[in-house]
């Protein structure tokens, strides 16, 4: 027979009535089999889960037991099944047809060497009641994490790049469902979740206020558990409030509505009057108010404060050309084409010294510059209002009337990059006693790459490089120690260098 199941609410004193009907399932055909590790050790409390292949929302699972073994009872069908566990990557039969007969699917999960970042947080539970247990299950298509915990609590979950939903359960308390909740990129996501109790009239509660990536910034996702309406059955509406900073009293803008739809987790991006910048952070502190029937009755969240980030570097600044002149040289290039344009940098570098490029600045897309006889160098940059430098445009050589040859260098080397520590970014010179083929590539202190700046073949003499502090795909990195080397021929070397945010 099917298993069927309901909430059902027990006062003291007071009978409660429930009444299941059990539908005849003698069609429905067992898949078993059983989850063991690379080694052949079984793994219990291992997820296996059954999805149709064309509705990944409709699904069976079924926990290992301490031999590794599982049984799922399916209906005919075509699904992709998976089996999981904690430090284990997925692994999956992406097409099983279920007809009549029994199936045994036998499952061997790879233990994880090495985990790109994870989530942590507070699992809070607001009521009386306390469960006898609470289930958090973190599930992406490559890894999942079930746990089962014996109090509330703080937890940290260590995992790979990827997105996730988020699940937690507790009995007597309504379920919470995030999908898409966190997305690791290399990077640490904290938040905590809130279940709250069954009848309660429990405000919502914002679970997330961070910045949304990728963007020019003054804009921030908003993401609250809906709370608990109790006798109101359901909240009409939220709103969305942010407060006025530097005013005597308290003080809120109104933002936006957001209509009642029925979901466990509800998402809004809202403005910002500032970002998060090198000169500082403007922080921006919000609050969702859930509404009833009645105007006068209204339940607000606990404010949360976060910021803004313009996370988009401006483009290059192209067409850049150099001309001697009798008053110096002359430097002109392309009007920008970024709204939040700020200033150029002008970086000029004398191929005769071993002194790290010298900046200049200027809102115009020109610069003179009045130098004596020398070789140099010169690149251009553009900033933006929030402090985000663009990649280097294309290097133009100069060559000044000189009596001497350019200087070679004796032996190859990689300076410190300069500044150090550096925001938004530095320089890294090196010297080449003869021609070469020349690789600069940074990576993170995990050994991954983050960014190749020089691949290509490069005459002898003393150069330099800049780096934005962004990856290969244009995105800023965060904080922290990354190492950098060189490859020149047969020569080699690192070096490590700081971001400061």
Do not use: C
Not at 4 to 12: F, I, K, R, S, T
Not at 209 to 228: E, H, I, K, S, Y
Not at 414 to 425: A, D, I, M
Not at 451 to 473: D, E, I, P
Request: aromatic share 14%; net charge negative; hydrophobic share 40%.
């Amino acid at each position: 027979y099917s298993t069927e199941w309901d909430y059902v609410e027990v006062y003291p004193n007071e009978s409660s009535y429930v009444e299941f009907w059990l539908d005849w399932e003698n069609d429905m055909t067992m898949v078993s089999g059983q989850v063991a590790d690379d080694e052949g050790n079984p793994i219990s409390f291992a997820l296996v889960n059954a999805s149709y292949l064309y509705d990944e929302w409709e699904s069976e699972g079924s926990l290992t037991d301490e031999n590794g073994y599982f049984e799922l009872y399916l209906e005919e069908g075509d699904y992709r099944i998976s089996a999981g566990a904690e430090g284990y990557w997925v692994d999956a039969y992406d097409s099983v047809y279920v007809g009549n007969d029994s199936l045994w699917l036998d499952f061997n999960l790879t233990a994880i060497e090495q985990f790109d970042g994870g989530w942590s947080g507070n699992v809070n539970l607001v009521g009386n009641h306390e469960p006898e247990m609470i289930f958090l299950g973190i599930m992406s298509e490559d890894y999942q994490v079930l746990r089962l915990l014996n109090e509330p609590g703080f937890q940290e979950v260590p995992l790979v790049n990827g997105t996730y939903h988020l699940f937690a359960d507790a009995d007597g308390y309504q379920d919470v469902f995030m999908p898409n909740a966190i997305q690791i990129e290399n990077n640490m996501v904290s938040f905590d979740i809130h279940l709250f109790e069954e009848g309660f009239v429990n405000p919502p509660h914002i679970e997330f206020a961070g910045d949304v990536p990728n963007d020019q910034g003054r804009q921030m996702r908003l993401v609250w558990n809906p709370g608990t309406p109790g006798e109101w059955d359901y909240f009409p509406f939220y709103s969305i409030w942010r407060q006025v900073n530097e005013v005597p009293m308290p003080l809120w803008d109104f933002v936006e509505v957001v209509p009642w739809h029925g979901m466990e987790a509800y998402s809004a991006v809202v403005p910002t009057l500032g970002d998060s910048t090198d000169m500082g952070i403007y922080y921006s502190t919000f609050r969702v108010t859930a509404h009833t029937d009645d105007p006068m009755v209204f339940y607000d969240s606990e404010p949360v404060t976060g910021y803004s980030i313009d996370n988009l570097h401006p483009g290059a600044p192209g067409g850049v050309q150099a001309f001697n002149q009798d008053d110096g040289i002359l430097l002109v290039w392309d009007q920008p084409l970024d709204e939040d344009f700020g200033y150029h940098k002008v970086y000029r570098l004398d191929l005769d010294s071993e002194d790290p490029a010298i900046e200049f600045t200027t809102s115009d897309t020109f610069f003179v510059d009045n130098v004596a006889n020398s070789y140099l160098e010169y690149w251009v940059t553009a900033v933006d209002l929030n402090g985000n430098e663009s990649d280097p445009s294309n290097v133009v050589t100069i060559t000044l009337a000189i009596e001497d040859g350019l200087t070679i260098p004796m032996e190859f080397a990689l300076q410190q990059n300069y500044p150090n520590p550096f925001n938004p970014s530095t320089q890294i010179q090196y010297a080449l006693p003869t021609d070469a083929t020349v690789s600069i590539t940074i990576y993170d202190l995990m050994g991954r790459e983050v960014r190749s700046l020089v691949n290509k073949q490069v005459n002898a003499g003393y150069h330099s490089t800049l780096w934005n502090a962004t990856n290969a795909m244009g995105a800023p990195v965060s904080a922290g120690v990354y190492i950098y080397t060189i490859t020149a021929n047969e020569y080699r070397d690192v070096k490590k260098m700081i971001l400061l945010k």
